[in-house]
C-alpha cells in the first residue's frame, strides 16, 4: 500500500490496527500518523518481539488490508 494512501486514510485505519495490536495506545497511533516504519517500532516494542517479527506482522496487515481492497487500495 502506498504511504500517502496509509497516511491519507491514517484515522480509518486505526481503528483496525488497535483491533489487530490492541496493546498499542491511542497516543502510539496518533504519534505513528501512517507511519508504517514508527508502527513496526511500537508492535515491537508493546509486545516484546523482534524487530524482524514486528516488521512482518506489519507486512501481513497490509497484504490483508490491500485484500480487502475498497477505499484502502490505489488506482
Known amino acids: 500500500m502506498n504511504q500517502d494512501i496509509i497516511k ?3 484515522k ?3 481503528g483496525n490496527i488497535k483491533q489487530h495490536w490492541g496493546k498499542l495506545t ?10 508504517m516504519e514508527y508502527l513496526t517500532g ?15 506482522q506489519v507486512r501481513a ?5 490491500n485484500k480487502r481492497g ?3 487500495t490505489h488506482h
Do not use: M, P
Open 12 to 14: 480509518q485505519l486505526s
Open 8 to 10: 491519507g486514510q491514517w
Open 42 to 56: 511500537k508492535v515491537e516494542e508493546r509486545y516484546g518481539i523482534a524487530h524482524e517479527e514486528a516488521e512482518k
Open 26 to 35: 491511542d497516543n502510539d497511533l496518533k504519534v505513528a500518523e501512517g507511519s
Open 70 to 72: 475498497g477505499s484502502t
Open 61 to 65: 496487515f497490509e497484504r490483508e488490508l
